[in-house]
Protein backbone atom coordinates (compact mmCIF):
# COMPACT_ATOMS: atom_id res chain seq x y z
CA UNK A 1 0.00 0.00 0.00
CA UNK A 2 1.50 3.59 -0.79
CA UNK A 3 2.49 5.22 2.23
CA UNK A 4 1.73 9.28 2.75
CA UNK A 5 4.68 11.27 4.80
CA UNK A 6 3.33 13.36 7.29
CA UNK A 7 4.02 17.18 7.50
CA UNK A 8 4.72 19.32 10.63
CA UNK A 9 1.15 20.23 10.35
CA UNK A 10 -0.12 16.70 10.94
CA UNK A 11 2.50 15.32 13.58
CA UNK A 12 1.41 19.23 15.18
CA UNK A 13 -2.31 18.13 15.18
CA UNK A 14 -1.65 14.53 16.07
CA UNK A 15 0.94 15.06 19.03
CA UNK A 16 -1.83 17.41 20.47
CA UNK A 17 -4.39 15.46 20.34
CA UNK A 18 -2.50 12.12 22.60
CA UNK A 19 -0.72 15.09 24.87
CA UNK A 20 -4.03 16.38 26.12
CA UNK A 21 -5.22 13.00 26.67
CA UNK A 22 -2.54 12.08 28.71
CA UNK A 23 -2.76 15.86 30.87
CA UNK A 24 -6.09 14.95 31.67
CA UNK A 25 -5.33 11.72 32.99
CA UNK A 26 -2.12 13.22 35.17
CA UNK A 27 -4.66 16.49 36.35
CA UNK A 28 -7.06 14.13 37.58
CA UNK A 29 -4.57 11.69 39.54
CA UNK A 30 -3.44 15.44 40.90
CA UNK A 31 -6.99 16.19 41.66
CA UNK A 32 -7.40 12.76 43.40
CA UNK A 33 -4.86 13.27 45.80
CA UNK A 34 -6.75 15.44 47.97
CA UNK A 35 -9.34 12.54 48.35
CA UNK A 36 -9.52 11.09 52.06
CA UNK A 37 -7.52 7.34 52.67
CA UNK A 38 -11.03 6.07 53.29
CA UNK A 39 -12.25 6.59 49.44
CA UNK A 40 -9.62 5.75 47.54
CA UNK A 41 -10.44 2.97 45.60
CA UNK A 42 -14.07 3.91 45.50
CA UNK A 43 -12.50 7.75 43.78
CA UNK A 44 -9.97 5.95 41.78
CA UNK A 45 -12.64 3.16 40.08
CA UNK A 46 -16.26 4.73 40.53
CA UNK A 47 -14.82 8.66 39.91
CA UNK A 48 -16.89 9.12 43.73
CA UNK A 49 -19.87 8.40 42.31
CA UNK A 50 -20.13 11.92 41.65
CA UNK A 51 -20.38 12.34 37.78
CA UNK A 52 -23.20 14.20 35.60
CA UNK A 53 -25.10 12.77 32.84
CA UNK A 54 -23.27 14.71 29.92
CA UNK A 55 -19.77 13.53 30.42
CA UNK A 56 -20.90 10.14 31.23
CA UNK A 57 -22.83 9.97 27.65
CA UNK A 58 -20.01 11.16 25.67
CA UNK A 59 -18.02 8.66 27.45
CA UNK A 60 -20.14 5.75 26.47
CA UNK A 61 -20.27 7.01 23.03
CA UNK A 62 -16.51 7.27 22.36
CA UNK A 63 -16.03 3.71 23.69
CA UNK A 64 -18.95 2.66 21.38
CA UNK A 65 -17.70 4.62 18.51
CA UNK A 66 -14.03 2.95 18.73
CA UNK A 67 -11.59 2.55 15.93
CA UNK A 68 -13.08 -0.44 15.13
CA UNK A 69 -16.63 1.99 14.25
CA UNK A 70 -14.40 4.22 12.54
CA UNK A 71 -12.47 2.33 10.42
CA UNK A 72 -14.64 -1.04 10.01
CA UNK A 73 -17.88 0.66 9.08
CA UNK A 74 -17.13 2.73 6.51
CA UNK A 75 -15.51 -0.51 5.44
CA UNK A 76 -18.62 -2.23 5.59
CA UNK A 77 -20.40 0.43 3.65
CA UNK A 78 -18.51 0.39 0.67
CA UNK A 79 -18.52 -3.26 -0.02
CA UNK A 80 -21.72 -4.62 1.48
CA UNK A 81 -23.86 -1.55 1.68
CA UNK A 82 -26.01 0.96 3.81
CA UNK A 83 -27.54 -2.41 5.51
CA UNK A 84 -25.59 -2.48 8.28
CA UNK A 85 -27.43 1.04 9.54
CA UNK A 86 -30.70 -0.59 10.46
CA UNK A 87 -29.03 -1.61 13.62
CA UNK A 88 -30.00 1.78 14.94
CA UNK A 89 -33.66 0.30 15.38
CA UNK A 90 -31.96 -1.75 17.98
CA UNK A 91 -31.33 1.33 19.82
CA UNK A 92 -34.61 2.64 20.24
CA UNK A 93 -35.25 -1.24 22.12
CA UNK A 94 -32.28 -1.60 24.26
CA UNK A 95 -32.02 2.33 25.96
CA UNK A 96 -35.71 1.84 27.44
CA UNK A 97 -35.24 -1.67 28.69
CA UNK A 98 -32.37 -0.64 30.09
CA UNK A 99 -33.60 1.98 31.82
CA UNK A 100 -36.62 0.37 33.29
CA UNK A 101 -35.28 -3.16 33.81
CA UNK A 102 -31.29 -3.27 34.48
CA UNK A 103 -29.78 -0.11 35.69
CA UNK A 104 -32.47 0.76 38.38
CA UNK A 105 -31.12 -2.51 40.08
CA UNK A 106 -27.64 -2.76 39.58
CA UNK A 107 -27.94 1.14 40.89
CA UNK A 108 -29.70 0.77 44.23
CA UNK A 109 -27.27 -1.88 45.22
CA UNK A 110 -24.28 0.51 44.52
CA UNK A 111 -22.09 -1.81 43.06
CA UNK A 112 -18.78 -1.81 42.02
CA UNK A 113 -18.56 -5.23 39.55
CA UNK A 114 -21.67 -5.87 38.37
CA UNK A 115 -20.75 -9.39 39.06
CA UNK A 116 -21.12 -9.51 42.35
CA UNK A 117 -25.22 -9.85 41.64
CA UNK A 118 -24.78 -12.85 40.47
CA UNK A 119 -23.38 -13.87 43.65
CA UNK A 120 -26.54 -12.17 46.03
CA UNK A 121 -28.97 -14.03 43.06
CA UNK A 122 -27.30 -16.97 43.24
CA UNK A 123 -23.97 -17.91 44.05
CA UNK A 124 -20.46 -17.42 44.01
CA UNK A 125 -19.72 -20.14 40.96
CA UNK A 126 -22.12 -18.19 38.82
CA UNK A 127 -20.30 -15.21 39.59
CA UNK A 128 -16.29 -16.37 39.17
CA UNK A 129 -17.79 -17.88 35.84
CA UNK A 130 -19.41 -14.90 34.60
CA UNK A 131 -16.27 -12.86 35.28
CA UNK A 132 -14.18 -14.81 33.58
CA UNK A 133 -16.22 -14.72 31.23
CA UNK A 134 -16.17 -11.15 31.01
CA UNK A 135 -12.57 -10.43 31.57
CA UNK A 136 -11.87 -12.98 28.61
CA UNK A 137 -14.31 -11.15 26.20
CA UNK A 138 -12.88 -7.43 27.32
CA UNK A 139 -9.51 -8.13 26.47
CA UNK A 140 -10.17 -10.20 22.85
CA UNK A 141 -12.17 -7.08 22.25
CA UNK A 142 -9.59 -4.73 23.58
CA UNK A 143 -6.65 -6.49 21.32
CA UNK A 144 -8.89 -6.07 17.72
CA UNK A 145 -9.29 -1.89 18.93
CA UNK A 146 -5.62 -1.37 19.83
CA UNK A 147 -4.80 -2.88 16.35
CA UNK A 148 -7.10 -0.76 14.71
CA UNK A 149 -5.24 2.35 14.35
CA UNK A 150 -1.93 0.23 13.42
CA UNK A 151 -3.63 -0.62 10.32
CA UNK A 152 -4.30 3.36 9.86
CA UNK A 153 -1.27 4.52 10.89
CA UNK A 154 0.65 1.72 8.14
CA UNK A 155 -1.90 3.60 5.47
CA UNK A 156 -1.26 7.24 5.96
CA UNK A 157 2.68 7.01 6.91
CA UNK A 158 5.82 5.16 7.25
CA UNK A 159 4.90 4.12 10.95
CA UNK A 160 5.76 0.91 11.73
CA UNK A 161 2.58 -1.78 13.04
CA UNK A 162 4.25 -2.60 15.86
CA UNK A 163 5.02 0.53 16.87
CA UNK A 164 1.72 1.95 16.85
CA UNK A 165 0.33 -1.02 18.79
CA UNK A 166 3.00 0.15 21.45
CA UNK A 167 2.17 3.70 21.47
CA UNK A 168 -1.50 3.40 21.53
CA UNK A 169 -1.48 0.74 24.24
CA UNK A 170 1.15 2.60 26.31
CA UNK A 171 -0.41 5.96 26.15
CA UNK A 172 -3.82 4.57 27.13
CA UNK A 173 -2.10 2.28 29.84
CA UNK A 174 -0.52 5.50 31.44
CA UNK A 175 -3.31 7.87 31.76
CA UNK A 176 -5.85 4.91 32.77
CA UNK A 177 -2.94 3.39 35.50
CA UNK A 178 -2.53 7.07 37.06
CA UNK A 179 -5.71 8.79 36.46
CA UNK A 180 -8.58 6.23 37.25
CA UNK A 181 -12.11 6.33 36.02
CA UNK A 182 -12.32 10.33 36.90
CA UNK A 183 -9.70 10.74 34.03
CA UNK A 184 -11.07 7.55 31.88
CA UNK A 185 -14.49 9.51 32.03
CA UNK A 186 -13.13 13.54 30.86
CA UNK A 187 -10.40 12.25 28.19
CA UNK A 188 -13.43 10.05 26.54
CA UNK A 189 -15.51 13.53 25.93
CA UNK A 190 -12.45 15.45 24.62
CA UNK A 191 -11.97 12.24 22.40
CA UNK A 192 -15.66 12.36 21.64
CA UNK A 193 -15.63 15.61 20.20
CA UNK A 194 -12.46 14.66 18.18
CA UNK A 195 -13.70 11.38 16.92
CA UNK A 196 -17.31 12.93 15.65
CA UNK A 197 -15.48 16.18 14.61
CA UNK A 198 -12.88 13.96 12.60
CA UNK A 199 -15.53 11.63 10.80
CA UNK A 200 -18.09 15.26 9.78
CA UNK A 201 -14.86 16.83 8.45
CA UNK A 202 -13.95 14.18 6.24
CA UNK A 203 -17.58 13.67 4.99
CA UNK A 204 -17.86 17.66 4.30
CA UNK A 205 -14.89 16.93 2.14
CA UNK A 206 -15.45 14.27 0.24
CA UNK A 207 -18.76 15.19 -0.90
CA UNK A 208 -17.41 19.02 -1.93
CA UNK A 209 -14.45 17.01 -3.68
CA UNK A 210 -17.27 14.63 -5.39
CA UNK A 211 -19.74 17.37 -6.24
CA UNK A 212 -22.67 17.80 -3.90
CA UNK A 213 -24.52 15.35 -2.06
CA UNK A 214 -26.70 14.65 -4.86
CA UNK A 215 -24.11 13.22 -6.94
CA UNK A 216 -22.72 10.56 -4.12
CA UNK A 217 -25.93 9.11 -3.65
CA UNK A 218 -26.63 8.75 -7.27
CA UNK A 219 -23.44 7.07 -7.65
CA UNK A 220 -23.96 4.99 -4.20
CA UNK A 221 -27.67 4.32 -5.74
CA UNK A 222 -26.55 3.15 -9.49
CA UNK A 223 -23.98 1.05 -7.21
CA UNK A 224 -26.69 -1.01 -5.15
CA UNK A 225 -25.36 0.30 -2.06
CA UNK A 226 -28.58 1.80 -0.56
CA UNK A 227 -29.79 -1.76 -0.17
CA UNK A 228 -31.44 -0.41 3.42
CA UNK A 229 -33.59 -3.49 3.92
CA UNK A 230 -33.24 -7.16 3.50
CA UNK A 231 -36.19 -8.56 4.85
CA UNK A 232 -35.70 -12.19 4.51
CA UNK A 233 -36.29 -14.52 7.00
CA UNK A 234 -33.20 -16.90 6.09
CA UNK A 235 -30.73 -16.65 9.30
CA UNK A 236 -28.03 -17.67 7.35
CA UNK A 237 -27.57 -14.30 4.93
CA UNK A 238 -24.92 -12.53 6.36
CA UNK A 239 -27.24 -9.27 6.92
CA UNK A 240 -30.95 -8.67 7.39
CA UNK A 241 -33.15 -6.15 8.61
CA UNK A 242 -34.27 -9.28 11.32
CA UNK A 243 -30.83 -9.63 12.13
CA UNK A 244 -29.80 -6.26 12.51
CA UNK A 245 -32.86 -5.39 14.79
CA UNK A 246 -33.24 -8.35 16.79
CA UNK A 247 -29.96 -9.66 16.98
CA UNK A 248 -28.59 -6.47 17.22
CA UNK A 249 -30.81 -5.68 20.46
CA UNK A 250 -29.58 -8.48 21.88
CA UNK A 251 -25.75 -7.36 21.53
CA UNK A 252 -26.50 -4.07 22.43
CA UNK A 253 -28.26 -5.27 25.81
CA UNK A 254 -25.11 -7.06 26.45
CA UNK A 255 -23.15 -4.05 26.23
CA UNK A 256 -25.20 -1.27 27.50
CA UNK A 257 -27.15 -2.80 30.25
CA UNK A 258 -25.21 -5.50 31.69
CA UNK A 259 -21.91 -4.94 30.50
CA UNK A 260 -19.11 -3.62 33.34
CA UNK A 261 -17.94 -1.16 30.78
CA UNK A 262 -21.05 0.42 30.42
CA UNK A 263 -22.44 -0.10 33.91
CA UNK A 264 -19.57 0.88 35.76
CA UNK A 265 -19.53 4.55 34.06
CA UNK A 266 -23.48 4.64 34.67
CA UNK A 267 -22.89 4.18 38.57
CA UNK A 268 -20.50 6.55 38.36
CA UNK A 269 -23.65 9.08 38.50
CA UNK A 270 -24.26 11.25 41.26
CA UNK A 271 -27.84 9.95 41.25
CA UNK A 272 -30.22 7.37 39.25
CA UNK A 273 -32.08 10.13 37.91
CA UNK A 274 -29.08 11.46 36.47
CA UNK A 275 -27.82 7.91 35.25
CA UNK A 276 -30.92 7.20 33.55
CA UNK A 277 -30.68 10.60 31.94
CA UNK A 278 -27.09 9.87 30.12
CA UNK A 279 -28.84 6.55 28.65
CA UNK A 280 -31.12 8.71 26.88
CA UNK A 281 -28.68 11.25 25.85
CA UNK A 282 -27.11 8.47 24.16
CA UNK A 283 -29.94 7.41 22.17
CA UNK A 284 -29.43 10.33 19.62
CA UNK A 285 -25.65 10.09 20.19
CA UNK A 286 -25.79 6.76 18.75
CA UNK A 287 -27.69 7.39 15.77
CA UNK A 288 -25.19 10.31 14.89
CA UNK A 289 -21.71 8.61 15.34
CA UNK A 290 -23.81 5.62 13.37
CA UNK A 291 -24.86 7.73 10.73
CA UNK A 292 -21.81 9.69 10.38
CA UNK A 293 -20.29 6.42 9.60
CA UNK A 294 -22.22 4.84 7.24
CA UNK A 295 -22.03 8.36 5.52
CA UNK A 296 -18.20 8.37 5.26
CA UNK A 297 -18.58 4.73 3.56
CA UNK A 298 -21.10 6.19 1.08
CA UNK A 299 -19.05 9.31 0.08
CA UNK A 300 -15.86 6.83 0.07
CA UNK A 301 -17.87 4.48 -2.51
CA UNK A 302 -18.92 7.45 -4.51
CA UNK A 303 -15.57 8.46 -5.07
CA UNK A 304 -14.15 4.67 -5.68
CA UNK A 305 -17.03 3.62 -7.79
CA UNK A 306 -14.81 3.06 -10.70
CA UNK A 307 -12.34 1.67 -9.21
CA UNK A 308 -12.39 -0.60 -6.39
CA UNK A 309 -8.13 0.10 -4.57
CA UNK A 310 -8.71 -3.25 -2.63
CA UNK A 311 -9.67 -5.37 -6.12
CA UNK A 312 -6.56 -2.78 -7.66
CA UNK A 313 -4.42 -3.78 -5.38
CA UNK A 314 -3.22 -0.43 -3.74
CA UNK A 315 -4.97 -1.41 -0.28
CA UNK A 316 -4.42 -5.30 1.34
CA UNK A 317 -7.32 -5.36 3.29
CA UNK A 318 -10.77 -3.87 3.44
CA UNK A 319 -10.48 -1.76 6.45
CA UNK A 320 -7.78 0.27 5.12
CA UNK A 321 -10.61 2.13 3.04
CA UNK A 322 -10.88 5.02 4.69
CA UNK A 323 -7.37 5.90 5.66
CA UNK A 324 -6.83 5.20 1.74
CA UNK A 325 -8.95 7.56 1.09
CA UNK A 326 -7.78 10.31 3.30
CA UNK A 327 -4.28 10.07 1.80
CA UNK A 328 -5.58 10.07 -1.88
CA UNK A 329 -8.31 12.76 -2.25
CA UNK A 330 -7.37 14.75 1.32
CA UNK A 331 -3.72 14.58 0.81
CA UNK A 332 -3.33 18.46 0.36
CA UNK A 333 -5.30 19.73 2.79
CA UNK A 334 -2.69 20.36 5.15
CA UNK A 335 -3.61 18.86 8.80
CA UNK A 336 -6.56 16.14 7.82
CA UNK A 337 -4.67 13.15 7.49
CA UNK A 338 -3.17 14.10 11.45
CA UNK A 339 -6.73 14.98 12.11
CA UNK A 340 -7.65 11.75 10.85
CA UNK A 341 -5.62 9.86 12.55
CA UNK A 342 -6.64 11.89 15.58
CA UNK A 343 -9.73 10.37 15.44
CA UNK A 344 -8.76 6.93 15.00
CA UNK A 345 -6.20 7.00 18.17
CA UNK A 346 -8.89 8.25 20.37
CA UNK A 347 -11.52 5.89 19.30
CA UNK A 348 -8.59 3.22 20.66
CA UNK A 349 -7.85 5.22 23.55
CA UNK A 350 -11.11 5.55 24.80
CA UNK A 351 -12.24 1.91 24.13
CA UNK A 352 -9.29 0.97 25.66
CA UNK A 353 -8.97 2.96 28.72
CA UNK A 354 -12.40 1.91 30.05
CA UNK A 355 -11.90 -1.77 29.84
CA UNK A 356 -8.58 -1.63 31.19
CA UNK A 357 -10.42 0.35 34.30
CA UNK A 358 -13.13 -2.08 34.22
CA UNK A 359 -11.33 -5.30 34.19
CA UNK A 360 -9.56 -4.04 37.24
CA UNK A 361 -12.20 -3.50 38.81
CA UNK A 362 -14.11 -6.82 38.52
CA UNK A 363 -10.54 -8.42 39.01
CA UNK A 364 -9.78 -6.41 41.93
CA UNK A 365 -13.78 -7.08 43.27
CA UNK A 366 -14.41 -10.70 42.12
CA UNK A 367 -11.15 -12.56 42.67
CA UNK A 368 -8.80 -10.51 45.43
CA UNK A 369 -10.71 -8.22 47.35
CA UNK A 370 -12.94 -11.65 48.63
CA UNK A 371 -10.30 -13.43 49.77
CA UNK A 372 -8.64 -10.97 51.70
CA UNK A 373 -10.70 -9.28 53.88
CA UNK A 374 -8.86 -6.48 55.59
CA UNK A 375 -7.44 -5.14 52.57
CA UNK A 376 -7.40 -0.96 53.22
CA UNK A 377 -7.94 1.46 50.53
CA UNK A 378 -4.64 2.53 49.69
CA UNK A 379 -3.93 -1.28 49.48
CA UNK A 380 -6.89 -1.36 46.71
CA UNK A 381 -6.35 1.45 45.07
CA UNK A 382 -2.72 -0.03 44.73
CA UNK A 383 -3.59 -3.31 43.32
CA UNK A 384 -5.90 -1.46 41.09
CA UNK A 385 -3.19 -0.12 39.02
CA UNK A 386 -0.85 -2.62 38.89
CA UNK A 387 -4.33 -4.90 37.32
CA UNK A 388 -4.47 -1.87 35.17
CA UNK A 389 -0.98 -1.66 34.15
CA UNK A 390 -1.17 -5.96 33.54
CA UNK A 391 -4.05 -5.97 31.72
CA UNK A 392 -2.82 -3.01 29.63
CA UNK A 393 0.63 -5.43 28.75
CA UNK A 394 -1.66 -8.75 27.83
CA UNK A 395 -3.62 -5.95 25.50
CA UNK A 396 -0.69 -4.64 23.69
CA UNK A 397 0.64 -8.49 23.64
CA UNK A 398 -1.92 -9.74 21.85
CA UNK A 399 -3.13 -6.74 19.04
CA UNK A 400 0.35 -8.14 17.69
CA UNK A 401 -1.42 -11.72 17.26
CA UNK A 402 -4.45 -9.74 15.60
CA UNK A 403 -1.85 -7.96 12.97
CA UNK A 404 -1.54 -11.59 11.31
CA UNK A 405 -5.04 -11.69 10.65
CA UNK A 406 -5.62 -10.99 6.81
CA UNK A 407 -9.15 -12.10 6.07
CA UNK A 408 -11.68 -11.10 9.12
CA UNK A 409 -13.37 -7.36 9.06
CA UNK A 410 -13.36 -5.49 12.51
CA UNK A 411 -17.18 -5.26 12.36
CA UNK A 412 -17.47 -8.88 12.36
CA UNK A 413 -14.48 -9.72 14.71
CA UNK A 414 -16.18 -7.46 17.13
CA UNK A 415 -19.79 -8.32 16.75
CA UNK A 416 -18.37 -12.63 16.90
CA UNK A 417 -16.71 -11.69 20.18
CA UNK A 418 -19.81 -9.63 22.32
CA UNK A 419 -22.23 -11.99 20.32
CA UNK A 420 -20.40 -15.19 22.00
CA UNK A 421 -19.48 -14.30 25.10
CA UNK A 422 -22.31 -11.40 25.65
CA UNK A 423 -25.54 -13.45 24.90
CA UNK A 424 -24.99 -16.05 27.97
CA UNK A 425 -23.92 -13.35 30.20
CA UNK A 426 -27.26 -11.40 29.02
CA UNK A 427 -29.19 -14.19 29.35
CA UNK A 428 -27.85 -15.19 33.50
CA UNK A 429 -28.69 -11.79 34.40
CA UNK A 430 -31.76 -11.64 33.19
CA UNK A 431 -32.69 -15.13 34.08
CA UNK A 432 -31.87 -13.52 37.71
CA UNK A 433 -34.08 -10.13 37.44
CA UNK A 434 -37.07 -11.53 35.71
CA UNK A 435 -37.59 -14.81 37.55
CA UNK A 436 -38.10 -15.69 41.28
CA UNK A 437 -37.96 -19.71 40.70
CA UNK A 438 -34.23 -19.40 38.65
CA UNK A 439 -31.89 -20.90 41.19
CA UNK A 440 -28.19 -21.73 41.64
CA UNK A 441 -28.13 -25.11 40.06
CA UNK A 442 -30.04 -23.80 36.71
CA UNK A 443 -28.42 -21.05 36.37
CA UNK A 444 -25.17 -22.36 36.43
CA UNK A 445 -26.17 -24.83 33.69
CA UNK A 446 -27.68 -22.47 31.66
CA UNK A 447 -24.32 -19.97 31.76
CA UNK A 448 -22.11 -23.38 30.48
CA UNK A 449 -24.61 -24.06 27.94
CA UNK A 450 -25.21 -21.09 26.03
CA UNK A 451 -21.45 -20.11 26.78
CA UNK A 452 -20.60 -23.84 25.01
CA UNK A 453 -23.17 -23.26 22.06
CA UNK A 454 -21.97 -20.10 20.87
CA UNK A 455 -18.64 -20.84 20.94
CA UNK A 456 -19.10 -23.86 19.03
CA UNK A 457 -20.82 -21.58 16.48
CA UNK A 458 -18.39 -19.28 16.46
CA UNK A 459 -14.75 -21.84 15.90
CA UNK A 460 -17.03 -23.55 13.78
CA UNK A 461 -17.85 -20.37 11.66
CA UNK A 462 -14.43 -19.80 11.22
CA UNK A 463 -13.15 -22.95 10.63
CA UNK A 464 -16.21 -23.13 7.79
CA UNK A 465 -16.55 -19.65 6.47
CA UNK A 466 -20.17 -19.15 5.05
CA UNK A 467 -19.11 -18.87 0.85
CA UNK A 468 -22.67 -17.23 0.32
CA UNK A 469 -21.02 -14.02 2.02
CA UNK A 470 -19.72 -12.09 -0.43
CA UNK A 471 -19.26 -8.74 -0.91
CA UNK A 472 -21.64 -6.22 -3.65
CA UNK A 473 -20.11 -6.00 -7.34
CA UNK A 474 -16.76 -3.84 -7.75
CA UNK A 475 -14.88 -2.18 -10.78
CA UNK A 476 -11.71 -1.31 -11.56
CA UNK A 477 -12.17 -0.20 -14.82
CA UNK A 478 -11.22 3.46 -13.89
CA UNK A 479 -7.86 2.55 -11.97
CA UNK A 480 -6.03 4.03 -14.86
CA UNK A 481 -6.96 7.47 -14.97
CA UNK A 482 -7.61 8.02 -11.36
CA UNK A 483 -4.25 6.72 -10.44
CA UNK A 484 -1.60 10.16 -9.50
CA UNK A 485 2.25 10.21 -8.64
CA UNK A 486 1.72 10.61 -5.22
CA UNK A 487 -0.29 7.47 -4.59
CA UNK A 488 0.12 5.18 -6.59
CA UNK A 489 1.62 1.21 -6.80
CA UNK A 490 2.50 -1.43 -9.16
CA UNK A 491 -0.81 -3.43 -10.12
CA UNK A 492 0.79 -7.06 -9.01
CA UNK A 493 -0.60 -8.70 -6.00
CA UNK A 494 -1.58 -12.09 -4.75
CA UNK A 495 -5.24 -12.98 -4.83
CA UNK A 496 -6.47 -15.79 -2.59
CA UNK A 497 -6.18 -19.53 -4.29
CA UNK A 498 -8.27 -22.24 -3.85
CA UNK A 499 -11.52 -23.08 -4.36
CA UNK A 500 -14.39 -21.66 -3.02
CA UNK A 501 -15.80 -24.44 -0.46
CA UNK A 502 -18.95 -26.35 -1.54
CA UNK A 503 -22.11 -25.36 0.14
CA UNK A 504 -23.37 -27.66 2.67
CA UNK A 505 -26.73 -27.78 3.91
CA UNK A 506 -25.19 -29.65 6.69
CA UNK A 507 -22.93 -27.05 8.27
CA UNK A 508 -26.15 -24.29 8.14
CA UNK A 509 -25.33 -23.70 11.85
CA UNK A 510 -22.21 -22.25 10.99
CA UNK A 511 -23.49 -20.20 8.68
CA UNK A 512 -25.77 -18.21 10.58
CA UNK A 513 -24.78 -14.61 10.85
CA UNK A 514 -22.77 -13.37 13.15
CA UNK A 515 -25.55 -10.58 14.24
CA UNK A 516 -27.62 -13.62 15.61
CA UNK A 517 -25.00 -15.34 18.13
CA UNK A 518 -25.74 -12.93 20.83
CA UNK A 519 -29.29 -13.95 20.86
CA UNK A 520 -29.14 -17.24 20.73
CA UNK A 521 -26.47 -16.93 23.74
CA UNK A 522 -29.20 -15.76 25.40
CA UNK A 523 -31.94 -17.96 24.25
CA UNK A 524 -30.28 -20.68 25.35
CA UNK A 525 -29.06 -19.79 28.30
CA UNK A 526 -32.35 -18.18 29.69
CA UNK A 527 -34.38 -21.24 28.67
CA UNK A 528 -31.58 -24.01 30.08
CA UNK A 529 -31.58 -22.04 33.17
CA UNK A 530 -35.44 -22.09 33.59
CA UNK A 531 -35.93 -25.35 32.60
CA UNK A 532 -33.11 -26.63 35.14
CA UNK A 533 -34.05 -24.81 37.82
CA UNK A 534 -38.10 -25.98 37.75
CA UNK A 535 -36.44 -29.81 37.28
CA UNK A 536 -33.60 -29.87 39.70
CA UNK A 537 -34.79 -27.69 42.49
CA UNK A 538 -32.35 -26.92 45.73
CA UNK A 539 -33.71 -25.95 49.14
CA UNK A 540 -36.27 -23.55 50.03
CA UNK A 541 -35.06 -20.12 50.75
CA UNK A 542 -36.03 -16.86 49.60
CA UNK A 543 -34.72 -14.04 46.94
CA UNK A 544 -33.78 -10.37 48.06
CA UNK A 545 -36.99 -7.68 46.38
CA UNK A 546 -34.39 -5.59 45.89
CA UNK A 547 -32.54 -8.20 43.41
CA UNK A 548 -35.46 -8.48 40.90
CA UNK A 549 -36.50 -5.88 38.02
CA UNK A 550 -38.42 -3.12 39.36
CA UNK A 551 -41.90 -4.70 37.70
CA UNK A 552 -41.71 -7.66 39.64
CA UNK A 553 -40.84 -5.44 43.09
CA UNK A 554 -43.75 -3.72 42.39
CA UNK A 555 -45.77 -6.93 41.88
CA UNK A 556 -47.05 -5.89 38.36
CA UNK A 557 -45.66 -8.56 36.42
CA UNK A 558 -47.07 -11.77 36.00
CA UNK A 559 -46.01 -13.81 32.88
CA UNK A 560 -45.50 -17.30 33.13
CA UNK A 561 -41.71 -17.56 34.19
CA UNK A 562 -42.21 -15.74 37.29
CA UNK A 563 -45.14 -15.30 40.20
CA UNK A 564 -45.41 -12.72 42.91
CA UNK A 565 -47.79 -13.70 45.64
CA UNK A 566 -48.43 -9.73 47.09
CA UNK A 567 -47.69 -6.49 45.62
CA UNK A 568 -46.13 -5.66 49.26
CA UNK A 569 -44.19 -8.15 49.71
CA UNK A 570 -40.02 -7.80 49.90
CA UNK A 571 -39.30 -11.08 48.74
CA UNK A 572 -40.70 -14.31 46.81
CA UNK A 573 -39.90 -18.35 47.30
CA UNK A 574 -37.64 -19.63 45.29
CA UNK A 575 -36.16 -23.07 44.77
CA UNK A 576 -32.00 -22.93 45.07
CA UNK A 577 -29.06 -24.55 46.19
CA UNK A 578 -27.29 -23.78 49.24
CA UNK A 579 -25.03 -20.43 48.28
CA UNK A 580 -21.43 -20.62 48.72
CA UNK A 581 -19.63 -17.56 49.94
CA UNK A 582 -16.25 -15.74 50.13
CA UNK A 583 -14.73 -14.76 52.43
CA UNK A 584 -15.49 -10.87 53.70
CA UNK A 585 -18.15 -10.90 50.92
CA UNK A 586 -21.52 -10.32 53.12
CA UNK A 587 -24.82 -12.34 52.02
CA UNK A 588 -28.14 -11.66 52.74
CA UNK A 589 -29.39 -13.56 56.25
CA UNK A 590 -32.73 -13.34 55.11
CA UNK A 591 -32.58 -17.28 53.54
CA UNK A 592 -32.06 -18.40 57.67
CA UNK A 593 -35.66 -16.41 58.89
CA UNK A 594 -37.76 -19.75 56.70
CA UNK A 595 -36.68 -21.86 59.17
CA UNK A 596 -37.74 -20.08 62.04
CA UNK A 597 -40.66 -18.51 61.14
CA UNK A 598 -44.16 -19.20 59.35
CA UNK A 599 -44.89 -17.05 55.53
CA UNK A 600 -46.44 -13.82 58.18
CA UNK A 601 -43.60 -13.74 59.65
CA UNK A 602 -41.30 -13.66 57.53
CA UNK A 603 -43.13 -10.88 55.76
CA UNK A 604 -43.41 -8.89 58.51
CA UNK A 605 -39.61 -9.17 59.39
CA UNK A 606 -38.63 -8.38 55.93
CA UNK A 607 -40.87 -5.80 55.70
CA UNK A 608 -39.07 -4.19 58.92
CA UNK A 609 -35.53 -4.66 57.46
CA UNK A 610 -36.54 -2.65 54.55
CA UNK A 611 -34.79 -5.69 51.84
Request: aromatic share 12%; glycine share 8%; proline share 4%.
Amino acid sequence: MAQHQFTSVDYVVFSLTVLTSVAIGLFCAHSRRRQSTSTMSEEYLMAGRSMRSIPIALSLIASFLSAVSILGLPAEIFYFGVQYWMVVTATFVVIPVVVAVYLPVFYDLRLTSVYEYLQRRFSVSVRLIASAIYILQTVLYSAVVIYAPAIALDAVSNFPTWASILTGGAVATLYTTVGGMKAVIWTDVFQAVVMLGGLLTIIIMGTVHMGGLQVVFQKACDGSRLNFFNWSPNPTERLTFWALSIGGTFTSLQRWGVGQTSVQRMLTSHSLRSAKRSLWLMLPLTLLSITLCSLAGIVIYAVYADCDPLEACFIEKRDQILPYFVVDVLRHAYGIPGLFLSAVVCGTLSTISSNLNSVSAVTLEDFIRPRKRHMTEKAATVTSRSLALGYGVLVILLSFGFAKIQTSQLITASQSVFGATGGPLLGIFTLGMLSTRANNTGALLGLIMGLFFTSWITIGAEIFPNPKWKPLPNSTSGCNSSMNATVSKELSCSKASGSVPQYDRARDLYGVSFMWYGFIGFLVTFVTGYVMSLWLPGRKTTVDKSLLAPCLQSGKCSLFFWKTHDKSSAVQYVEMDDQEELPGVPMSDVSGLTDQFDDSALLEATSESEL
